[in-house]
C-alpha cells in the first residue's frame, strides 16, 4: 500500500506539538488547499493547536504517482500525527476530506477524540458519477471548471456580495494539478463509507450547508442517523463551501463540539 505525501501547516511551532491534547487538523475541499480556512482559523487556532494539510497534489503537497483512496489518507495523517508526537487528536474536513473524517474514526477510534464531517456524504455517487468530471479535467484541465463551480460551492447571495472570496476559492481551483484532481476523484469514486457507519464509536458531528447540491442536507442526516450518536448542524442559506460563506458560524460549531 502507498501511503500518499502531505503537506502540513502548523499556526503553533511543531516542537510544542508533542504531547499536546489539544491538536485540530484540519482538511480541504477538492481543488482546493489550506488557505480555504483562513477565515475561520482565528476562532479556531486560539482554543486549539492547528495542523492543516493539503491533499495529494493539492497546494503544496507533493504530486502523488500512484493512485490513492481516502483510506491511505487517512493513513497518512495519523503517520503525520506519529511524526508530530501527537497521540490523539481532534479532526475537521471539508468535502473530500469531511469523507476521511469518517475513515479517521472508522479506523482509527483510539487516536481520533472527535471527528467532524463538513459538507460531505458517506458516498458520493461511485466511478461512474465522476467520470464527466474527470474526462472534462482530462481534456481541458482544472481551469475549465471555473465557470461552473460558483453556483454549486457557494448561495447567489455571497457570490454577489463576496467575488474577491469566490475569486480566491477558484484561483486554488486553477492551480491544482490536473492529474492529481482526477486521482482524487477516482478516490471519490471508489470511496463508501456506508457499510462502516454502524460500527464508528468516536463523536461524529456533521455541519451540513442548507442549500448544499454536492451533499445536500439529506446526507448529513443519513450520517446522524447511520452513526450511533452523531449530531447534525445545518448552517441556514450556506452552500457547499459554507466554511468561506460562513467561516465564523462554522468555527462555533466546531468549537461547541469539541468541547462537549
Known amino acids: 500500500m502507498t501511503v500518499p505525501a502531505l503537506f502540513t501547516v502548523s499556526e503553533k511551532p511543531v516542537a510544542d506539538l508533542a504531547g499536546a491534547d489539544n491538536v485540530l487538523f484540519l482538511g480541504n475541499a477538492l481543488g482546493t488547499d489550506t488557505h480555504l480556512w483562513d477565515l475561520a482559523l482565528p476562532t479556531l487556532a486560539a482554543k486549539y493547536s492547528v495542523v492543516r494539510f493539503d491533499m495529494p497534489g493539492h497546494g503544496q503537497s507533493p504530486i502523488p ?13 495519523v503517520a503525520k500525527a506519529d511524526e508530530l508526537g501527537v497521540e490523539k487528536f481532534d479532526y475537521a474536513g471539508v468535502s473530500v476530506s469531511g469523507a476521511i473524517a469518517l475513515e479517521l474514526a472508522n479506523k482509527y477510534p483510539e487516536r481520533i477524540k472527535h471527528s467532524i464531517v463538513v459538507c460531505s456524504a458517506p458516498y458520493m455517487g461511485g466511478p461512474e458519477g465522476w467520470a464527466e468530471r474527470i474526462a472534462q479535467v482530462s481534456s481541458s484541465g482544472t481551469a475549465s471548471l471555473v465557470p461552473m463551480l460558483p453556483p454549486r460551492w457557494f448561495s447567489d447571495g455571497f457570490i454577489a456580495k463576496s467575488p474577491e472570496a469566490v475569486k480566491k476559492v477558484l484561483n486554488m481551483v486553477v492551480a491544482t494539478d490536473d492529474d492529481s484532481y482526477i486521482k482524487t476523484c477516482e478516490a471519490l469514486g471508489n470511496y463508501d463509507a456506508r457499510p462502516f457507519l ?3 464509536t468516536v463523536p461524529v458531528l456533521a455541519i451540513s450547508g442548507e442549500i448544499d447540491p454536492g451533499a445536500p442536507v439529506s446526507a448529513g442526516e443519513f450520517i446522524k442517523e447511520g452513526v450511533p450518536g452523531a449530531d447534525l448542524v445545518v448552517i441556514p442559506g450556506a452552500s457547499h463551501i459554507a466554511v468561506v460563506e460562513s467561516p465564523l458560524e462554522m468555527a462555533k460549531n466546531i468549537t461547541d463540539f469539541l468541547s462537549k
Request: charged share 25%; proline share 0%.
Open 65 to 77: 504517482t500512484d493512485s490513492y483512496t481516502l483510506e491511505e489518507v487517512a493513513d497518512a495523517l
Open 198 to 200: 454502524s460500527g464508528i
